[in-house]
């Protein structure tokens, strides 16, 4: 549409970011849920949580060093 802008692009940005973000932050807070619940069931969803969490900021990590 725009020659400066790509707003394709940038829509993919926006998405990305908000998935990343708020995602990971339900994520964590899932775990810490799921930490104080006190159960075995709810220990390991919260142990799941966190794998998903170390394994985001992990793939953040490498995409960013790779460039």
């Known amino acids: 549409m725009n020659d400066w802008l790509d707003l394709a692009a ?3 940005v926006l998405v990305a ?3 990343a973000g708020a995602g990971m932050a339900a994520v964590f807070s ?3 849920v799921g930490l104080s619940a ?3 069931i709810g220990r390991a969803a919260a142990g799941l949580c966190l794998l998903v ?3 985001g900021v992990a793939l ?3 995409v960013m060093l790779q460039k």
Do not use: D, N, P, T
């Open 60 to 62: 953040g990590l490498h």
């Open 10 to 12: 940038l829509w993919r």
């Open 53 to 55: 969490v170390v394994a």
């Open 38 to 40: 006190g159960k075995v």
């Open 17 to 19: 970011s908000l998935v």
């Open 30 to 32: 899932l775990a810490l």
